[in-house]
């Protein structure tokens, strides 16, 4: 069933049925991560029912709950002002309501008789935690927004609400989708890399071509005097992904001048998208996804659909309302076109986002709207983002004229090499390759074993236990001495190390009590540097510079016989 009371009876069956298969299985876990409200009565009922909170199997477990999307209009609540049917819905839940009434119900929703799965789990779970920082920081500020006021600041105050990213397969998908041995972000030698990456990008040109021949696609193909460049879409047609953008907001012109204007009732001005269409005719757009079942998704695609019927639009637009796309076409989207769209934003966002990093496996740079887990995914050095090299282009402000502005950069990039937005210091447009933006899309490392180093510690906060000392040095050590010196760098790869990472950890363990362990992380860092080279080299005695001052002699001694080696 759909309605409110057959979710939470489903949830009830889900979290029942996880601790019964443990008990089962004769498992005895340290944590339980619960994803959402499906299995957010996990944490109520092992600590509220008796043979659950008395077994063995459960005595030092910790519960806690990753909140994906964390906007209420994603939660499950049920508002009763009938007491009697109030605890009705408590016994659904598995809650006694003389007993656990305020566990099942929220005393400070709006009405003060709310059922909240989310109230629920907030209050029973040891820790919670969301999927980006940026993300984190609006629940704690944004408290008219987001509710659950009190349990959010009481968590944050015991250090138990954390912020996790999302990873994605990244290598597996890239060897997957272009059929190599080995993918990009697995790939550390310069000489293969380049090597790959030309693989990589004439795979890319087949795509474009096999994209524009769909037959559900049809856009008009390229040829040897006629180079379109592709935005593509893949998203729920919602007003989460941001398709306001391209349909509520109309622009007019008058001369030279450009007016956008939010015009939600006007269901015939020009579009963001139709004007965008209409600037270029080389540009082509390709919208796929299902269509949300609300008003807001049935105006988008009322919209969309408008604009596919042109006859001026046939060739050079796509709308295909469909969510499951074959895998050929699925491949093709993200690797044929030349930029993916995902302005997503306002009240609820995008809390983490993996289109993103599905369309950087594809090496198709992201036009992306600079809120919550976009910030760290996406990186436009030239809007001010300074840990990654640029893989895609940013927009700030949820609005019609930024989304158009970016695309309009887009363009400009792909076609002259240089920004429209952004100047240097003589007044001239910023230059941009568009082959680097494919470059650093291809190789921004999104896999899991980068997240996963985060979702260690936060487990070990969690349980109070301490982690091993000088563990990523350890690996690297005993890995590094049965490499060949060209395959070093695929070491650090391996374990998800940036060359930061990699060196501090060999620096602290200079420091360890085992004289043996030592003198091995002295030799591997020198023998590392050798075989890197720069960047490495340089970073390397950066770093060590920085630590010379404040170590011991001995880890002092071991830093100068490091220098003198890789000098």
Not at 31 to 59: C, G
Not at 175 to 185: M, N, Y
Not at 357 to 377: K, M, N, S
Request: one cysteine or more; hydrophobic letters at 35%.
């Amino acid at each position: 069933g759909t309605t409110g009371e057959d979710k939470i009876r489903r949830a009830r069956v889900l979290a029942q049925g996880t601790l019964e298969a443990l008990r089962a299985y004769n498992y005895y876990p340290s944590i339980i991560q619960t994803n959402e409200w499906p299995s957010w009565l996990v944490a109520a009922l092992m600590t509220t029912w008796k043979e659950y909170r008395d077994d063995p199997h459960f005595a030092q477990t910790k519960v806690g709950s990753m909140m994906h999307n964390p906007h209420p209009s994603y939660g499950i609540t049920l508002n009763e002002a009938n007491p009697v049917k109030r605890n009705y819905y408590c016994n659904v839940l598995g809650l006694d309501p003389r007993f656990h009434y305020d566990l099942a119900v929220n005393r400070y929703s709006p009405n003060g008789h709310q059922i909240d799965l989310m109230h629920t789990m907030l209050r029973s779970s040891h820790f919670i935690g969301t999927v980006s920082r940026a993300m984190k920081e609006r629940m704690l500020k944004e408290t008219w927004l987001f509710d659950h006021v009190w349990e959010f600041a009481e968590k944050e105050r015991l250090g138990m609400f954390f912020a996790r990213r999302n990873g994605f397969n990244m290598a597996a998908r890239q060897r997957f989708w272009f059929g190599t041995k080995k993918s990009l972000v697995e790939t550390w030698q310069p000489s293969a890399r380049r090597r790959l990456f030309y693989k990589y990008y004439a795979a890319k040109k087949t795509a474009k071509l096999d994209l524009q021949n769909n037959p559900y696609i049809r856009l008009t193909p390229d040829s040897e005097s006629l180079d379109h460049v592709i935005f593509g879409m893949l998203h729920r047609i919602s007003k989460q992904k941001g398709f306001e953008l391209l349909v509520d907001w109309k622009v007019y012109t008058d001369g030279p001048n450009r007016y956008v204007r939010h015009e939600t009732w006007n269901m015939n001005g020009n579009t963001v998208l139709e004007h965008f269409l209409q600037s270029n005719p080389r540009i082509q757009f390709v919208i796929c996804g299902r269509v949300e079942d609300s008003p807001d998704g049935r105006r988008y695609d009322a919209h969309l659909r408008r604009i596919a019927s042109r006859p001026d639009m046939a060739g050079r637009f796509a709308y295909y309302p469909e969510g499951n796309l074959s895998p050929d076409l699925y491949r093709n989207l993200y690797v044929g076109c030349q930029y993916f769209v995902m302005p997503s934003g306002g009240e609820v966002g995008e809390p983490c986002g993996i289109s993103q990093q599905e369309a950087h496996a594809g090496g198709t740079p992201v036009i992306a709207h600079h809120q919550d887990g976009l910030q760290h995914t996406v990186s436009d050095n030239d809007f001010g983002d300074k840990d990654y090299p640029a893989n895609g282009i940013k927009f700030t402000g949820f609005s019609g004229e930024g989304l158009l502005e970016a695309m309009l950069d887009a363009v400009e990039i792909y076609y002259h090499g240089r920004r429209r937005l952004y100047r240097d210091a003589n007044g001239k447009p910023k230059p941009l390759d568009y082959d680097d933006l494919v470059f650093h899309a291809f190789t921004r490392d999104h896999r899991w074993i980068k997240p996963l180093r985060d979702y260690i510690d936060m487990f070990a906060k969690v349980l109070g236990t301490a982690l091993p000392v000088h563990l990523d040095a350890l690996r690297l050590i005993e890995e590094i001495a049965y490499t060949e010196d060209g395959e070093t760098g695929d070491v650090l790869l391996k374990y998800g190390l940036s060359t930061e990472q990699a060196i501090l950890s060999l620096i602290a363990a200079m420091g360890c009590d085992v004289a043996s362990v030592r003198r091995a992380a002295a030799r591997t860092l020198v023998r590392l540097a050798q075989t890197l080279k720069n960047p490495f080299l340089s970073e390397a005695l950066k770093q060590i510079r920085q630590a010379m001052d404040s170590l011991d002699k001995n880890q002092t001694r071991l830093l100068e016989w490091c220098m003198e080696n890789m000098a």
